[in-house]
C-alpha cells in the first residue's frame, strides 16, 4: 500500500527564522516572536501591529535566479517571492535538486487567504497590464510555482481561511495515494500588506487587545496575525526508498469536513463537526487516537474556539486517559501569531520538528488552563518536555486546523520507524577516502556565505557520514553559476577549506571559485608520450574506483597479448609504453563513467594511440597492436640516440637543430621544444647552449630513444608495414594529428599514417590551438595521464588527471572539481545512501541595483521630451531605438553589457518572455501616447524584431 512520506521542509516566519532548524531553537525556547508598536521607533507597517511580522531582509527575492525580470518583480506579490525561494529551499532539505523535477509529475498545492496584493493591485481604479495581474492573482502562488519549476502535476490554491494550507495537505495526500502525482509540495504562505482584515477582526472581538495568544488559558482574549510561508515535499516511502531520500514523518491520514449549519452562526465553530473529524480520521486509517502523544490544535485562543476544540478532542482523544498521560495539546500561534491560511502548514513543520527531537515545546504565554481541561485527559506544555508515553512507542501527532466559513482538517504524523534522521548506511571506510563536495551559488558573496553555513554543519558531522554529505551536494542541489569544490578525506577537512571559502582565503584542499560561462566550455582530452609513465600508477584508483579497474584490466590483456614476453611495467620501453596506454584509456573510461566526455581529442606522440582508440577510431584490439608493435621498435632504436627538451622557441630550436645536426623533433609550446638526435650531436648541442646561452635550458628525456627523426626511417617503414592490416573506422570525437597540427579523419589512421607519425616532427602547440577552437570560446585542456609532462609547456589552465602533491585518486577527483567549477557538466554518482544527510540550505543573492522608481518616471519624462524635440522621422526612430535598448538591458539580465540591440534583433533570442514583451507594450504607450497592440510584437513567424516594431509605431 502507498504511504506518503514528508521529505523536506522549509520555513521562513517572524523573529528571524528562516529554517526548520532556527524554528525549532525558537520554539524549544518558547520565545516569543511579536513585534509590539513603537512609539520611539514606529514600524512601517504599524497598522498592522501587535502581529508577527517578517523583516523586510525576510521578504527580498534572488530574481534573477527565477528568472524574474525587473518588471515582473516590482510588482510581485511577497507572496510568491516567498514561496519560489521556500519551495526551493525544501527541496534541497529533501536532498532533490530542483532541476531533476522539471517536466515530471509534481503537484503544487499553495493554502492562503490573503487577498493583500490582490486588492493592491487590481482595484477597479488601477488599470493596470498583465504584469501586475500575474504578480497578483491569488491562483499565481501556485501557477508561478509550477511554471517556474516546470512542474507538471496539478497546480492548486485553496482558499478555506484558515484551515487553507492543511486542506492543501490532506489534497496532496490523496493525489498521492490515487497515484496522480509521484511528489507533492504542499505550502502555507501569507504577507500582512494591508491592515484591513487586522481592522476587521478588532472591530469583530477576535484580536487580542493584549497582544498575545493565549491558546486553551482563562484570560485567552484572541489571536493576533503573522505572516510568513512554510513548504513540505511529499513523496511515497517505497519512492523515498528507491532514491535514498530521507523521510522525516510519515502522513499516515488526513481528513476535511464542514460544520454544516451552525444555530449560532456563520462564525462559530461546531464541536459536533470537529468531532465527527477526529472520529472519521482515526477509524479510516486505523491509528489508536489514544496512542498519539501530542496534538497541535488549531489554538486561536478565542472563547468559543479553544472550548469547542478542546471538547471534540475530550471526545474522541482525550477522556479516559490516566493523569499521566494526557494529551498534550499546544499552538505555535502563542509564539508567532496566526498565520491563517498558512497556519496549517507552519503547525505540521512545528510537530515533525518536535516528534524528531522527542520532546514538546512549551506553549508560552499559558498560565491557567481553562477548567476541566485536566479532566477532559487534555494539559498544555508550559515549558519543554520529554515526548509522552514509554519512549519505546512510537511517536504519533495530529495536527488541526479550523477555517473560517466552517472547513475543518486534521491529518495525522508519525516518526519513521526505520533508521532515524541523519543516519547513514553503509560501512565506514577501513581507512579515509578522499571525496569530492560541490558547493555553488549565485554569485561570489552567496557562494561564501553558503559555504561558511556548509563549515559549520560540517564541522561537528561524524566521519561516517562523509560519503553522504558528499553525495548530497553532488546530486541533492542544482548546480549554480558561481562554484567551488571542496576535496577532502573527512569532514573536517571539508569545513576548514569551506571555511576558508567563506573568509576569501586559499586552502589546500579548496578549488578556488570560478564563474561558469554561460555556455559549458569545449574539452579537450590531451595524451601525452613518452615520460608520461609512472611507478605504481593506477593502483590505488583501482583500488577505488571499479570502472577504471574493469577498463585497465580489459585494456592489459589485449596488451598482454601482443607482448606476452614481456610483463606491463618492467624498465622496458616494450612494457612502460603499452602500460601508460592503458593507464590513458582506463582513465578515460573513468572520466566518461563520470558525464566527463571530451569534444576532441590530442595525442602527443605515443598519446596519439590512445587518442585514437578515445575517440573511436581504432578499436581496443587494433590500440594494443598499434603500441605493441611501435613500442618493439622504438626500444630497438634506443641505441641510435635520444632526445633533449629545451625552453627554446620553435625557431631558435629549429637553427640549434640545423647547426648541431640534429632534428626538432617537437613543438610543444611557446617555449618548449624537443631535438632528436645522436647522442654525441645532443650532448655537443647541450654543451653549447650551456657555454653561449647560460639562459636557454635544456635537459636529456630520460630512456627516450631519437623518435621523430630521420633517425627513425627504417624503423617507420617497418611500423607502416607490420601495420599494413589495421581497419580504423570513424571517429565518434573529433581528433587533431599532432603530425599534422590539422584534423584527422578516423579512416586516415592507417599504418603508413602511424609509420608517418613515428617520423613526424610533433607539432603539438599548433594541433592544441586547433581543437580549442575559436581563441574567444571557453575550452579547457585535460591532461589524460599519471604524470603530468606537457601542461607547462602549454598554458597554467590545463587540467591534469596526476598531481605530485596528491595521491592519484585525490588528483583526479581535483581534476573533476576543476572541470565542475568551469562548467563542465557530471554526470554524478546517484546510488545515494539509504538515508542522504541533510545540509544547510544555499544562500540566496541579494541583487541592490533594481531601479528606484523615481529613476522610472525621470527616465521616462526625459525620454518623451527628446520624443518631442526630433526633428524628423529619422530623430524620432533613433529615439525610441535608444529607449527600447535601455529597456531590454533592464529587463534582460547581462544584456547591459553586451552587444548594442539593433533593429534587427530577435526579441524571443533576447530572453524577453510574454510578461516582458507586454510591458514594453506599456512603456511604448507612456512614451508615444500612441496605442500600441500586443499583436504588433508578433509576426508570422513568431515574435517579431525591434525593427518591425517601430516601423509599425513610429508612422
Known sequence: MTRPVIVGMSCRLPGGVDSPESLWAALYEGADLITDPSDEHPHQRED???????????MAL?????????????????????????????????GIA????????????????????????????????????????????????????DL??????????????????????????????????????????????????????????????????????????????????????????????????????????????????????????????????????GVDPYAVGYVHAHGTATR??????????????????????????????????????????????????????GHVPPTPHHAEPLPRMAELGLEVATAPRPWPGPPERRRLAGVSAFGFGGTNAHVILALPETAPRGAVSGEQAAEPVARLLPVSAGGPAPLAETAGRWAEHLRGAPETAWEAIAR??????????????????????????????????GHPALIPPRRTPERPPRVVFLFPGHGSHSPGMGELLAEREPVYAAALQKARAALQAHRPQTPLGEADLRAVQPAAVAHQVALSALLADWGIRPDAVVGHSLGEAA?????????????ARLVAERSALLAESAALGGMLATDLDADRAAAAARASGTSLAAVNGPASTVLSGTHGALTALREHLEAHHPRARCWEVDQAPPAHSPLLDAAADRLAAALGELAPGASAVPMVSTATGAGIGGAELTGAYW????????????????????????????????????????????????????????ALLRLAGGLYARGVPRAWDRARPAAAVPLPARAWARPSDRPDPAERGDDLARRRAELEAAADEAQRRDVLARALQAWVAEQVPGQAGAEPVGLDSDLAALGLGSLVLMGLRTRLHQLTGEPVEIADFYGEAGVATLGAVLAHRSR
Open 611 to 623: 587518442a585514437a582508440h578515445v575517440a573511436g577510431a581504432l578499436s581496443l584490439e587494433d590500440t
Open 48 to 58: 498592522v501591529l501587535p502581529g508577527g511580522l517578517l523583516d523586510d531582509a525576510d
Open 472 to 505: 548530497t551536494a553532488a546530486t541533492g542541489r542544482d548546480h549554480l553559476a558561481q562554484r567551488a569544490a571542496v576535496v577532502a578525506e573527512d569532514p573536517a577537512g571539508a569545513a576548514a577549506a569551506l571555511e576558508a571559502l567563506a573568509g576569501g582565503r
Open 62 to 94: 534572488d530574481a534573477d535566479h527565477f528568472g524574474l525580470s525587473p518588471l515582473e518583480t516590482r510588482t510581485l506579490d511577497p507572496q510568491q517571492a516567498l514561496l519560489l525561494e521556500g519551495v526551493d529551499e525544501a527541496l534541497q532539505d529533501a
Open 755 to 810: 609509420g608517418r607519425q613515428l617520423r613526424a616532427p610533433v607539432q603539438l602547440a599548433e594541433a592544441v590551438a586547433a581543437a580549442t577552437g575559436d581563441p574567444g570560446a571557453s575550452a579547457v585542456l585535460v591532461e589524460v595521464s599519471a604524470r603530468s609532462v606537457l601542461a607547462p609547456a602549454l598554458t597554467d589552465d590545463v587540467l591534469a588527471c596526476a598531481d605530485e602533491a596528491y595521491d592519484e585518486h585525490t
Open 152 to 285: 507538471r502535476g496539478a497546480a492548486e490554491v485553496v482558499n478555506t481561511a484558515c484551515s487553507a494550507s492543511l486542506v492543501a495537505l490532506h489534497r496532496a495526500h490523496q493525489a498521492l495515494l490515487l497515484g496522480e502525482v509521484d511528489t507533492a509540495v504542499v505550502a502555507g504562505v501569507q504577507h500582512l500588506g494591508l491592515d484591513t482584515h487586522t481592522r476587521m477582526f478588532r472591530n469583530s472581538g477576535t484580536y487580542s487587545p493584549t497582544g498575545r495568544c493565549r491558546p486553551f488559558d482563562v484570560d485567552a482574549d484572541g489571536f493576533v496575525r503573522g505572516e510568513g510561508v512554510a513548504v513540505l515535499v511529499l513523496t511515497t516511502a517505497e519512492r523515498a526508498a528507491a532514491t535514498g531520500t530521507r523521510v522525516r514523518a510519515e502522513l499516515l491520514g488526513s481528513h476535511t469536513n464542514a460544520d454544516g449549519f451552525v444555530p449560532h452562526g456563520l462564525a462559530s465553530p461546531s464541536r459536533a463537526a470537529q468531532t465527527d473529524l477526529l472520529r472519521h480520521v482515526y477509524e479510516r486509517s
Open 304 to 357: 468559543a474556539g479553544d472550548a469547542a476544540e478542546s471538547m471534540a478532542l475530550a471526545n474522541v482523544m482525550g477522556r479516559g486517559r490516566a493523569e499521566d498521560e494526557r494529551l498534550v495539546v499546544g499552538s505555535v500561534k502563542a509564539n508567532l501569531g496566526h498565520l491563517e491560511g498558512a497556519a496549517g502548514v507552519v503547525s505540521v513543520v512545528s510537530t515533525v520538528l518536535a516528534m524528531e527531537h
Open 98 to 149: 530542483p532541476g531533476e523535477l522539471r517536466r515530471t509529475p509534481v503537484g503544487v498545492w499553495v493554502g492562503s487567504s490573503c487577498l493583500d496584493q490582490s486588492i493592491t493591485h487590481l482595484g477597479t481604479d488601477h488599470g493596470g497590464t498583465m504584469v501586475e495581474t500575474a504578480g497578483a492573482l491569488p491562483s499565481m502562488l501556485a501557477g508561478r510555482l509550477a511554471r517556474t519549476f
